[in-house]
């Protein structure tokens, strides 16, 4: 189906005194200004977010640096497989929400629906993969604190892995702090747009979003693709540093 | 109340009656639907990337394994950004706002690091 | 009209009442409070609850002051005086100075001023107020439950690993209330980017709108990274993940980068409202535009965006980097010329105005001095060689109480009295707040500039024993912050009183230009009858001159 731009006498309510769509709040002049101004207003929020995980960032950036070895040792004992699949996952999530958005904007009930589902399925699945290794760490004893174990780094049971001084052995209970830190954060961010999801599916099913109301899925998609956005950075960055 | 001036072009510097909320302002962008031929596009574009920083990580690329896999990195967050999120098809006001997010970020990062890297003692 | 000495003008008092419907009284019940999503209503619900906390804060900063009135530690143990300091500063900059202008002068008057029927999200702004009280609540909690005596700074690794207090209670409070602040500043940039009324272009906003939106800007920008620090040190507390710890290669510094961050910006979040008050205050008692709005507007925005850039000038003597402390100096020389700028505009604005001395105008008397004081002695502190010497001392004390109380508090009591009559309809007595503005001048003088002395001197701040040779300045400084509790006591009465046995105030007491002054005191609850449409420019004292002979208009 071909891109167009809906003309503004389209998305606008004739300009009658008092007609507007119902759900157009009273303190804004046209429904078009209410969309755009809550567009604005996740866009907003949207930037705190990159802030928020900013600082993460700053102190995984530090951390590398200060501590590449640790940092190498402790990403290759995470899964590349799992990291990769919930990698596809959760893009293949970002699709079937922009195409919820789209189903949205051209009133097609059924197939928004179908794709707010297919959204909370594939987001399931990432979270059910990440509890899955989330297990793993708790088992092989990389969960910082009193229990943490070091001993996998300074004698590798694979061969291929390079042995790390008791003093660099230490410093990978930093990545694993920033790993929790920073996969446990999106994941809480996921888990709060897994529930809304859900809000929008009942909704949807009512038809309340194909009636031209199409903002709030639209910018839940926003929020949904940025959540996307910083697992694209995590993956490399935790998975990835260096894996030949 | 003050006089009214009836107009009825659509200038953003001549208030409009018939345009109160000014929605014709600069700030205004005509409202675009992309479709699912585009998303479908930009998933894989965004697919190969994933492959691509799989195998990156895989070479023994030594100084520019960061740079390379941060570089495709941002390269598929401004694919997710411009399409997913619409930016390609938004206001000024909204690619603005998103580039000063980034800017902001880029000095916490950059300004701290600076501080990290000129430290004469230890660590660096 | 006018006399000489004030440009007061009220209607009759015989005949005077109050518009029969108004946003107080369109809907009664406490619900219709708790619940509303009137900004107005909601902007009172603040000016309430900050209220309340500015005077635990004052009984915290008594406390403080009682304790050094002698040399010895002798009024309580040092970790209680420690908890003392922590408290003040806490409930004074987070609960109390960072949503003062903004959640209650902004909240009330920045749709009105754009010409909009409320702000963009008004659920969101009644969630800002709730969240406040959140994070009033944990406060209050850790309180309760001992306090915590960190400094407001939370300085790692002392809050991490070397305390047993209610770090992480406190934690949560600042945690919570910064999303209050993120909330309000994400509706103050969405309704006056998207909610002016036709004709109000952004050249024709009242100065008040433009700080209100570069703070707002740093509230979106900043806050969030304050949150993760703070996130971070609750995991380093409970779990121990040593990223800031450095027995496990952690850099207690990191936080500290994180912390100023935000902590830098937010000094400019509580001024910059204040500069918008100031403003308004000085145009209309100069009967005169505001010199040079176009760089007053700009300046606002300048200070937004460089004041992202000096953090670390807060670090300079904790093991930043030679060259980066050359660097944050040199950024911070910088950021004190849009502040500068204002003040030369607002002393053009003065020049052959009709210069009348109401309460309101005496306040930015005030605020022009003393915070012109506070601001230079921050340069003295941006440049290191001074800062070695002064840091950590009571010339930081008193340089930033300068620009926050004699600054910031001034300029927020200029705009409670200013707007007063507009938000209640009622006009204050003016003798009893004129003796209150001078009373607190004096007071602050008494108070904080002892302070740079002592400080400069050599007496470091935080400490509650102290060598006896600075006891004749510590006693001055109580002193004079008896007196200044006198000076902040006395409105609270007589703006109380005022509600009940005020003069009436009519549209626009002070005949001021702004679309605020245009419509009934206290407004309606959807602000405007009809949207105006903006033809004249900001301070237009021709149109307003011109409109006043065709004025009617109250409901009822």
């Known amino acids: 189906m071909a891109d167009h731009a809906l003309t503004h006498d389209e998305v606008v309510a004739p300009h009658g005194v008092h007609e507007h769509p119902f759900y157009q709040k009273h303190h804004f002049e046209t429904a078009e200004q209410q969309r755009e101004a809550a567009g604005f207003g996740m866009w907003l929020f949207l930037l705190t977010e990159i802030m928020f995980f900013g600082g993460l960032f700053m102190a995984y950036l530090l951390y590398r640096n200060w501590y590449y070895d640790a940092f190498v040792s402790g990403s290759n004992t995470l899964s590349l497989s799992l990291g990769l699949i919930n990698t596809i996952v959760l893009i293949g999530s970002s699709l079937t929400m922009a195409m919820a958005v789209w189903a949205a904007e051209v009133r097609k009930q059924g197939a928004l629906v179908m794709y707010l589902v297919a959204t909370i399925v594939l987001g399931c699945v990432f979270l059910g993969i990440k509890t899955v290794e989330y297990k793993e760490k708790f088992e092989l004893h990389h969960v910082p604190g009193a229990s943490f174990d070091i001993s996998e780094f300074v004698h590798p049971t694979d061969k291929a892995e390079k042995p790390l001084p008791v003093d660099m052995a230490n410093k990978t209970q930093i990545y694993f702090s920033l790993y929790f830190a920073m996969t446990g954060v999106h994941a809480f961010h996921m888990i709060i747009g897994l529930g809304m999801l859900i809000y929008f599916v009942i909704k949807a099913r009512q038809g309340l979003y194909t009636t031209g109301y199409v903002q709030p899925i639209e910018n839940f998609g926003l929020y949904w693709h940025f959540v996307d956005i910083v697992w694209i950075f995590l993956f490399p960055l935790l998975y990835l540093i260096n894996r030949h | 109340m003050s006089d009214y001036k009836v107009s009825t072009k659509h200038d953003p510097h001549t208030p409009d009656k018939h345009d109160p909320a000014n929605v014709t302002n600069p700030e205004h962008a005509e409202h675009h639907i992309v479709g699912p031929a585009t998303y479908l596009g930009i998933f894989a574009i965004l697919m190969v990337g994933t492959i691509l920083t799989v195998v990156a990580s895989r070479l023994p690329l030594g100084i520019f394994t960061a740079p390379v896999a941060l570089a495709i990195a941002v390269t598929k967050a401004v694919f997710v950004v411009l399409f997913f999120m619409h930016v390609k098809y938004s206001t000024r006001l909204v690619k603005l706002t998103v580039a000063a997010g980034f800017f902001t970020f880029s000095i916490l990062v950059i300004m701290s690091m600076s501080d990290y890297i000129s430290r004469a003692w230890g660590q660096w | 009209m006018s006399t000489a000495n004030t440009i007061v003008n009220l209607p009759d008092q015989r005949t005077a009442k109050l518009p029969k419907v108004n946003y107080i009284n369109k809907e009664h019940g406490l619900l219709s409070w708790l619940l509303t999503a009137d900004h107005k209503r909601i902007a009172m619900l603040y000016l309430f609850s900050i209220t309340g906390f500015f005077l635990l804060g004052g009984f915290f900063a008594g406390m403080v002051r009682f304790e050094l009135l002698t040399p010895a530690g002798d009024l309580m143990a040092a970790d209680t005086y420690n908890k003392m300091f922590t408290m003040h500063g806490i409930v004074m900059i987070f609960l109390f100075l960072v949503p003062s202008v903004p959640a209650t002068l902004g909240n009330f008057l920045i749709p009105i001023m754009i010409g909009a029927k409320d702000l963009a999200f008004p659920r969101i702004n009644l969630l800002s107020w709730y969240l406040y009280l959140g994070g009033g609540f944990f406060t209050l909690a850790s309180l309760v439950l001992g306090g915590v005596d960190t400094g407001w700074t939370f300085t790692t690794p002392l809050s991490t690993h070397y305390l047993n207090t209610h770090v992480i209670t406190t934690a949560t409070a600042i945690f919570i209330a910064g999303f209050s602040s993120i909330f309000t500043g994400l509706n103050f940039i969405v309704t006056i980017h998207r909610m002016r009324a036709p004709g109000m272009t952004w050249f024709r906003l009242p100065l008040f709108v433009w700080s209100n939106y570069a703070a707002s800007i740093m509230m979106v920008l900043g806050t969030p990274v304050l949150a993760i620090a703070i996130v971070l040190v609750a995991l380093e507390r409970t779990v121990g993940i040593g990223v800031f710890d450095p027995a496990k290669g952690g850099d207690p510094l990191l936080f500290q980068h994180l912390f100023w961050f935000y902590s830098h910006p937010a000094v400019y979040i509580m001024i910059l409202p204040g500069f918008g008050v100031i403003s308004e205050v000085i145009s209309t008692f100069s009967r005169k535009r505001v010199f040079g709005y176009t760089a007053v507007a700009f300046s606002s925005v300048a200070i937004a965006l460089f004041g992202f850039f000096v953090w670390a000038h807060h670090m300079f003597i904790m093991g930043v980097s030679n060259y980066s402390a050359l660097v944050f100096s040199l950024l911070t020389m910088l950021v004190a010329v849009p502040s500068a700028i204002k003040i030369f505009n607002w002393a053009f604005t003065l020049q052959k105005g009709s210069i009348t001395f109401e309460t309101p105008m005496i306040y930015v008397f005030g605020f022009i001095g ?140 002070w005949q001021a230009t702004g679309l605020e002054w245009q419509i009934q005191s206290p407004p309606l609850t959807e602000n405007f009858i009809e949207i105006p449409i903006v033809e004249q420019e900001a ?11 065709k004025e009617v208009t109250t409901v009822g």
């Open chain 3, 370 to 509: 003393l915070f012109t004081i506070g601001g230079l002695t921050g340069v003295f502190l941006g440049s290191l060689g001074m800062d070695i010497h002064l840091t950590e001392t009571y010339f930081i004390v008193a340089h930033f109480h300068f620009v926050m109380v004699g600054g910031m508090l001034m300029a927020f009591l200029a705009g409670i009295h200013f707007w007063w009559p507009k938000m209640t309809g009622r006009m204050y007595p003016e003798g009893m707040s004129k003796f209150a503005a001078v009373t607190t001048f004096i007071g602050f003088i008494l108070t904080f500039f002892p302070q740079f002395i002592v400080g400069y001197l050599g007496m470091p701040r935080r400490y509650h024993a102290y060598p006896a040779e600075y006891q004749v300045l510590n006693v001055l400084s109580t002193a004079g912050a008896t007196v200044l509790g006198v000076g902040y006591m006395l409105p609270l009465l007589y703006l109380g009183w005022s509600l009940k046995y005020g003069a009436i105030a009519g549209n626009n007491p």
């Open chain 3, 539 to 549: 301070y237009d004292y021709e149109w307003l001159a011109h409109k006043t002979e």
